[in-house]
């Protein structure tokens, strides 16, 4: 009896396991398609990933609330001169909630062809979709220091 349950505790903490791995690996996948999406769309590409009631904490600014108000605040990313680029460090998973963080490079060229960049960190938290889809539901980030 022993044997038979100490088997199906290991049976359910590996199934378990390989779930939570599964939406873990989602998440990053769901991170690189928005990255790719924001480069080859702009804002509408990257702004396709995040819920309708989601909420955007930029550095040193209100809160943003609303997909439609955050949007607004992205149009920078439809500047083809302007690439966002970020790399996630760490994500985890818990039930229909994550969330991942890392060090993201934002490059700009200006019209006098100098290039300009900054770097920092960001966090973001995800929620998954009635669909199974993962949403961003709430995002921040703010430079590093130089």
Known sequence: MRVLCSSLLILFLVSFSSARGDETEKIRAAEAAMMGAAAERGA????????????????????????????????????????????????????DLAYSYGVYEFRSTGKDGKLSSSSGKYTTIWKKQNDGSWKVVLDMGNVSPK
Do not use: C, H
């Not at 943003?64 to 970020?86: C, E, F, S, V």
């Open 44 to 95: 509408e590409g990257f702004m396709s990933f995040y819920a309708d009631d989601a909420v955007e904490l930029p550095e040193g600014e209100q809160a943003i609330q609303g997909k439609a108000n955050i949007a607004k605040a992205m149009q920078y990313l439809n500047d083809k001169n302007n690439r966002l680029t970020w790399t996630p460090n760490k994500v985890d998973v818990s039930g």
